[in-house]
Nanobody, 121 residues
Framework: QVQLVESGGGLVQPGGSLRLSCAAS????????MGWYRQAPGKQRELVAI???????VYADSVKGRFTISRDNAKNMVYLQMNSLKPEDTAVYYC???????????????WGQGTQVTVSS
C-alpha cells in the first residue's frame, strides 16, 4: 500500500507564498506521475499541476506563472511552490501519485488526505 502525507498548507494573505510538500511511502516499485489537485467548497476537484516521470509538467491555466511543481525522485517527494496567491486559490489541496506497487500489478492512483490553503486578508 502506498501512503501520501502532505504538509505546508495554512492561511496566507493575498500576494503571499506557500510551499506544499508530499511524501510517498510504502510499497513502490515505480512512480509514473506525481501531482497536485485542489477542491474548493461547492466545486469539483480540479488539476493544479502534474509532473509525469520523464515528461513535461502540466499546469492549470489559472496557476501558470505563479505555481511551480517539482520532484525529488530519490525521496519520492513532490512539492508545489505557490506564489502570488489569490483568494480564488483557497481550497483543499490533494497530492496525487500514479504508481505501481509491484511488477506485474496494475498502476493505481493514490491520494493524500488533503491540506487546507486559505488566502485571505
Amino acid at each position: 500500500q502506498v501512503q501520501l502525507v502532505e504538509s505546508g498548507g495554512g492561511l496566507v494573505q493575498p500576494g503571499g507564498s506557500l510551499r506544499l510538500s508530499c511524501a510517498a511511502s510504502g510499497r513502490i516499485v515505480s512512480i509514473y506521475v506525481m501531482g497536485w489537485y485542489r477542491q474548493a467548497p461547492g466545486k469539483q476537484r480540479e488539476l493544479v499541476a502534474i509532473s509525469p516521470s520523464g515528461g513535461s509538467t502540466v499546469y492549470a491555466d489559472s496557476v501558470k506563472g505563479r505555481f511551480t511543481i517539482s520532484r525529488d525522485n530519490a525521496k519520492n517527494m513532490v512539492y508545489l511552490q505557490m506564489n502570488s496567491l489569490k483568494p480564488e486559490d483557497t481550497a483543499v489541496y490533494y497530492c496525487n501519485v500514479l504508481a505501481r506497487e509491484e511488477w506485474g500489478s496494475s498502476r493505481r492512483d493514490y491520494w493524500g488526505q488533503g491540506t487546507q490553503v486559505t488566502v485571505s486578508s
